[in-house]
Structures are given as structure tokens and as C-alpha cells.
């Protein structure tokens, strides 16, 4: 596919301008690290909330969701779907909590909660761990993404691919800092939704494909556009792995990036830089209502409409005969897609597709050095390290990010396995990262054995048990929905185990997070007894929790029925698409009355 001038211009013009953005920025990004990394803690929802669909809205993101749907159908997609209980759990309990705590990142959390050396250690632990070896995983399997496209779109190499992206997404993420970044999110998420949403109307207009109404109705979408899994006996591997796992544990069980239980990542990031509790909780719905209802649905009519232009993987394969075998998945269906777009239009995509792999990587890459910086470095390195000096290795540490990713991508095939990978090792561990709140006796010790487990268990299912004891013994193998449950399992007790017989946080830790946070419940009722009895509490901390919890429902039904809404209208079932939008304004109207109930500052 041969790109036009003006396609070379429209990229050129988008890449022009996102590096002034960064340079504008980069004067007042310089000034602390308060300013780099949290832009100054003054953002308003809107641009918080913007931010962070874009973030979530990576080049790696449409395939993702194509894989999904060329695999398992429409339904398959509620691996993610299920995540947004836990995005509304954060909007109404857990974001006030962390606009409350004033850290700087999540991680400094471990210190303000918890006592002794054990915390120190898993603060630095967790920073090497999370900012280097998991960002990376991440920001490899995004920067793959990209890889394809190139190759589909440009004809690029993999070397020449990332070595362009990845130089431009540094400048500015060097220079800018965090709001240069969010600024840039913002015109980025806007390019991007054109990109996607013309996509998708120009790839449905194709001869092959026959308009919305020649998509449904063609029999290589048999069985692909239920949104639940047919629930049947033998179709019930499929309804556990894709549907009832997912809602029912792994929604709150699971540390997954974006999605974390309790908050966490680069959306406590976006929360911490808000101006106000208030504003760090609108952000956070916005995000939650957009990712999940608005936006998936241009990203599956083009995953459906590779169904009948490449139904397999061999058809791939003959298209595109230059592009490296190995590299040829069902992901890479998306660009296959796009690669039939008019000259003139296939630049606007080109530009939508690095500008979703820019926002994501550049949140990666300042998010990650956050940790470097403020949770190792400052922490164990240079205790006396100035505000110049984190500045400077933070963009010291953007960079060398960016470098290991780009490495690591070129050794991956597809975005579904960097996935798998992520939600295996996280499996476990997300029910600690909403109790901790909560419940004053979770400690170190146990966040770091949740940690260790997890990991461990991950590596014995997903590695050990199928390549040695499974052949060994001639047991059968581990279907994706089993690795889930012995995950979560075994790692649930064993943290659980470790909180009860491990020696707990200090008691004047605890009141002095409790002070400041105020998370108030009855696992706190003893602390909160004692701060009271001292004077060092003036009154009882509302509890509004259970306020919060209904608030949370009536969010979930608001945002699926919207997204259900938006399927049937597609389908042409006009009748099930009032029903659900019908639903939907019920649920939020029941949400506003609600909102005047729970104590946002």
C-alpha cells in the first residue's frame, strides 16, 4: 500500500505537533518532580478523564480486540469487560481515597500504610518490579502492535518502525513531562476516535462486506455476534472461561494495568493530579463510561469484517507474503483491514494509530520513571537527591524504558499471549489491594507474599505443569479458565494465611494513615476507638461505602446497557436497543440521586 503526499503530510503534521506540545510544556515540567510527574497536581477532571481513555487506547488495543473476536466471537470480550466493576469501584470508593493520601505514586502508599523495613523493601521491590520488568512487558506488546501496523501499512521494517515511533514518543515525554503528556492525550484521543470510528464505517462500505446489513447476515459470522456465550453444556468451558469467571472472580481478583483492584498505576497517576477529590473522581467515571461503552464497538465491526475478508490465518498469509510468518496472527487481522482505505483517509489512520501508541507508551515511560525515581532512586540511592536531580533522572530513566521495550517487542508474536501473561501473574493478588483500605491487619509481609506467590504459581501453571508434570504423568492440560481459578486460589489463601500469623503495622502507623486518609469501617473500629479516646480524631468517619457499593451498581447496569444498546441498534434490533437505552437512563438517573449521598470534597 503506497501512501499519498497527503498522508505523509497529515503524520508529519501530528507529529509536529506533539513534539511542541512536549516543548511548551518542558518549562514547566522542569521545575520539580511534582511537576513532572503529576503535572503539578492541578488538573481538571475532563482533561483527567481524557487522558486516561487515550492512555487505554493503544495501536495494540484494536488488535487485541480483534483476536478476541476472530477467536471467541463478540461475547469473548468480556476478559475486559468485566474489568469495568472494578473501574466504578475505584470512581466511588477508592479515588477520594487516593486524592486523600497526597503521595506522589501509589507506591509510597506502602510506607504511609505500613512500618519497618519490610516496607522500605517492598516499596524499592515493587518499583523495580512494576516501573522496569511489567512496564516493559507492557510497552513490548504495545510497540509489537505498532510493529504490525508498519509492516501492513508502510511496509516498514520492525527495526525502522520502532525506531522512529519510539524517538518522537521520547522527546516529548522527556521534555513535557506528565502534562505535556496529558496535553497531548488530549488532541490524541481525538485523532484517534476519527481514525477508528472512519475505519470502521469506510471497511463496512466494502464490496466484500455488504454494509452493516451484509455483515450480519453473513454465515462466516455464525455463532460470532452473541454478546453473551451461548450457555449450553457443551459451550460450557466457553461460558466459564469468557463470561462467569470473568464477572464473578476475576473482576476483583486480578491485578491487571488500567484496571487495577483498589485503584493503582497510571490511573492513580491521572487521580493523584487532580485539584480536588471531587475532580479525581469525575475523571475516573468519565474514563470508565467511555472506554467501556463508547468505544470498543468500531474496533469489533472491523475485527467482524476480517471474518469474511481472512477467515484464516492462511489467507493472512497470502496476503501478505513479505511480512514474517512468525508475526501472522489473528491480530494481526486489524491492519490487514485497514490496508484497503482510500488514499487520503489511510494517513488520518496512520496518524490515529501512532497517536494511540504514543499516548499509552508515553504514560508507560513517565509513570515507570515515577517509580525508578521517587520509590528507588530518591528512596535508596540518593536520599538528598534535589528536585533537578529527579527531574533529570526521570528523563534518564524514560529513556532507557523506551529502549528495553523496543528490544523485548521484537521478541514477541502476538498481543494476546503479553495478556494471558499479565492476567496469570496478577491472578490472586487484587482482593489485597482492596481490603488493605480496610482492614488494618493486612501488612507488608502479606503484600509481599501475595506477590511472590502469585508469581510463582503463575510460572508453575502456565510453564512447569504443561511442558514437564502434564507429559510426565499424561495428566490433560490446564484450559485458561483453570489456570484462573488455581491462581487466584492458592494465592488468595496463602496471603490470607500470611496476614493472620505475620507480625502486624505498628499501631502508630496506623493511626497516622488512618488520620490522613480517613477510610473509616469496621476494620477500623479499634484504631478509630483509640484516635478518639486520645483527641486525635474529632468525630466518626462517615462510612460511606454501602452508599458507595449501590452507586457502583447502578454505574455497571448504566455503562453495559449503553454498550448493549449500541450492539442491538448495529444489529438492527431496534426494539432490544430501546430496552437497554431505556435501562440506561434509569441507571444514571438513579446515580445522580445517589451522588449527593457520598462525601466527595
Not at 508515553?362 to 530518591?378: A, E, P, Q, R
Amino acid at each position: 500500500m503506497l501512501l499519498q503526499t497527503i498522508d505523509f503530510v497529515i503524520i508529519i503534521a501530528f507529529f509536529v505537533l506533539s513534539l511542541l506540545i512536549g516543548l511548551y510544556s518542558s518549562k514547566q515540567a522542569g521545575k520539580s518532580s511534582a511537576d513532572f510527574f503529576l503535572s503539578g497536581r492541578s488538573m481538571p477532571w475532563w482533561l483527567l478523564g481524557t487522558s486516561m481513555v487515550a492512555t487505554t487506547f493503544s495501536c495494540d488495543t484494536p488488535n487485541l480486540v480483534t483476536d478476541i473476536v476472530r477467536q471467541h466471537g463478540v461475547a469473548g470480550n468480556w476478559v475486559w469487560w468485566a474489568f469495568l466493576l472494578t473501574g466504578v469501584l475505584t470512581v466511588f470508593i477508592f479515588a477520594k481515597l487516593w486524592s486523600r493520601s497526597r503521595v506522589m505514586t501509589d507506591l509510597e502508599f506502602y510506607e504511609l500504610r505500613y512500618s519497618g523495613k519490610i516496607a522500605a523493601f517492598l516499596r524499592g521491590f515493587r518499583a523495580i518490579y512494576l516501573g522496569a520488568l511489567f512496564n516493559i512487558l507492557i510497552m513490548a506488546s504495545v510497540t509489537l502492535a505498532l510493529i504490525k501496523i508498519g509492516a501492513v501499512m508502510l511496509d516498514w521494517s520492525a527495526i525502522k518502525t520502532v525506531t522512529i515511533a519510539a524517538i518522537i514518543t521520547v522527546i516529548y515525554s522527556t521534555f513535557g513531562g506528565l502534562r505535556g503528556i496529558i496535553l497531548t492525550d488530549f488532541f490524541q484521543f481525538i485523532i484517534s476516535m476519527i481514525g477508528a470510528v472512519g475505519a470502521a464505517i469506510i471497511v463496512i462500505k466494502m464490496p466484500e462486506i455488504g454494509g452493516l446489513h451484509g455483515l450480519m447476515s453473513n454465515s462466516a459470522l455464525e455463532g460470532k455476534l452473541d454478546l453473551i456465550p451461548e450457555i449450553s453444556i457443551d459451550n460450557w468451558d466457553a461460558v466459564l472461561g469468557l463470561l462467569i469467571l470473568p464477572l464473578l472472580i476475576q473482576w476483583w481478583s486480578v491485578w491487571y494495568p488500567g484496571a487495577e483492584p483498589g485503584g493503582g498505576g497510571y490511573i492513580a497517576q491521572r487521580i493523584l493530579s487532580a485539584k480536588s477529590e471531587k475532580d479525581a473522581v469525575k475523571a475516573t467515571l468519565f474514563f470508565n463510561v467511555v472506554h467501556y461503552a463508547l468505544r470498543p464497538w468500531p474496533w469489533i465491526l472491523v475485527g467482524l469484517a476480517s471474518l469474511i475478508v481472512f477467515p484464516d490465518l492462511e489467507s493472512l498469509r497470502q496476503h501478505f507474503p513479505n511480512i514474517d510468518p512468525s508475526l501472522i496472527k489473528h491480530d494481526l487481522a486489524y491492519p490487514a483491514m485497514l490496508s484497503f482505505l482510500p488514499a487520503g483517509f489511510i494517513g488520518l489512520v496512520v496518524a490515529a494509530l501512532i497517536a494511540a501508541y504514543m499516548s499509552t507508551i508515553s504514560t508507560h515511560l513517565n509513570w515507570g520513571s515515577s517509580y525508578l525515581v521517587n520509590d528507588f532512586f530518591k528512596r535508596f540511592i540518593k536520599k538528598d537527591a534535589s528536585e533537578k536531580d529527579m527531574v533529570m533522572m526521570g528523563r534518564i530513566f524514560t529513556i532507557s524504558l523506551m529502549v528495553l521495550a523496543v528490544i523485548l517487542a521484537l521478541m514477541l508474536k502476538n498481543a494476546l499471549q503479553a495478556f494471558n501473561i499479565i492476567l496469570q501473574i496478577g491472578a490472586g493478588t487484587g482482593l489485597l489491594y482492596i481490603l488493605r483500605w480496610f482492614w488494618w491487619r493486612i501488612n507488608a509481609v502479606t503484600e509481599l507474599a501475595a506477590m511472590i506467590i502469585s508469581f510463582f504459581v503463575a510460572i508453575f501453571i502456565s510453564m512447569i505443569y504443561p511442558e514437564y508434570i502434564a507429559k510426565w504423568l499424561n495428566l490433560p492440560e490446564l484450559s485458561a479458565a483453570k489456570q484462573l481459578i488455581f491462581g487466584v486460589g492458592i494465592t488468595t489463601i496463602g496471603w490470607m494465611i500470611v496476614a493472620f500469623v505475620s507480625k502486624p503495622t505498628s499501631k502508630e502507623k496506623l493511626k497516622s494513615f488512618y488520620k490522613q486518609v480517613r477510610p473509616g469501617g469496621p476494620g477500623w473500629t479499634d484504631i478509630e476507638n483509640e484516635l478518639l479516646a486520645e483527641g486525635k480524631l474529632k468525630e466518626k468517619e462517615v462510612w460511606d461505602v454501602p452508599e458507595a457499593i449501590k452507586a457502583m451498581i447502578y454505574a455497571s447496569i448504566g455503562v453495559y446497557g449503553a454498550l448493549f444498546s449500541f450492539a442491538y441498534f448495529l444489529y438492527a434490533n431496534y426494539m432490544m436497543g430501546i430496552v437497554f437505552v431505556s435501562v440506561t437512563v434509569l441507571a444514571f438517573y438513579l446515580l445522580s440521586r445517589k451522588w449527593k449521598d457520598l462525601s466527595f470534597k
